[in-house]
């Protein structure tokens, strides 16, 4: 949700629209050693009234302490072999990780997609979801996203704060204008999905990628709670790596990948994938 300022001081309005970037991107590079990321704590653990923010770079094995207590010296002494000892272990797995990937080892590439995806940040109130399995005979990613349904995208158009009435009053926005924020936003999230995977491995393991953004809804035929998919795609890397995301539409790109997409994502219309994704 993004909120844009308009307007002089007495009358302050504030407008709204959705906006789905991407905050987070793990990299692998060519020779399969070393993560990138854009976030710099990945990790914080508690321990009573000590938080310790650990945060790793795998080439470097620098470690952060972040420590608030009265006697930050008898805090140390006591949580020492602890803390040695969690950060030894994490840079085992690490390691382990790193050569298991170098090999291709399709539960690594399995871990490192996970690690991947579980550190896509999405707003609070728009939370998505991912499954997936790696083929490593055919390096395929075959991607499973869930996303809210329509009544989880905001309504109101602007807020405009009124100095004279002292008060904050909101406009909504139209029946189709909702319904094309909708559509945006699941396309916004097909296209985010799969740049994440194909920017995170830079060593190329995964090839394609077969995509389906799904969200889940009360059948009132059934009374049970259904999954309706909204888009499916698949895409190899040459053909999206081709794409210069800084100017695409969302959906436009969909179009251009041949993809299926609902008729009426808003409207809950799903696609027909009894022929798969490639249709």
Known sequence: CVMTRVGGDDNLVLQVGIHLRTQFVVGLDQGGGAFASSLAEHAAVGVHSIGLG????????????????????????????????????????LDQLIANLGYEVEEAIQEYVGIV??????PESFPVEHDFDYDSAHR???????????????????????????????STVTQKEQ????????????????????????????????????TSALDP???????????GVASDRETFEHLDLTNVVPSATLAHLKALVSKNPFGLVPIDLSKGVRG
Not at 117 to 122: A, C, E, G, I, P
Not at 186 to 209: K, M, N, P, Y
């Open 54 to 93: 650990i945060d790793f770079d795998l080439r470097q094995r620098v470690v952060q302490h972040h420590v608030a207590f009265a006697d930050l010296a008898a805090a140390l002494h006591r949580f020492e072999p602890a803390r040695e000892a969690e950060v030894a272990e994490s840079n085992s797995a």
């Open 117 to 122: 995806l579980d550190n896509s940040v999405y």
């Open 140 to 170: 395929e990613l075959t991607l499973r996203t869930s996303v809210p349904e329509p009544g989880a995208v905001p309504n109101v158009r602007e807020y405009k704060y009124v100095r004279a009435k002292d008060e904050i009053t909101e």
């Open 179 to 214: 319904k094309d924020r909708y559509a945006n936003a699941v396309a916004q999230v097909a296209i985010r999905s799969l740049h994440e995977v194909f920017e995170a491995d830079r060593a190329g393991r995964i090839r394609t990628i077969s995509l389906t953004v799904s």
């Open 221 to 231: 035929g059934t009374g049970r709670v259904t999954n309706i998919p909204l888009v």
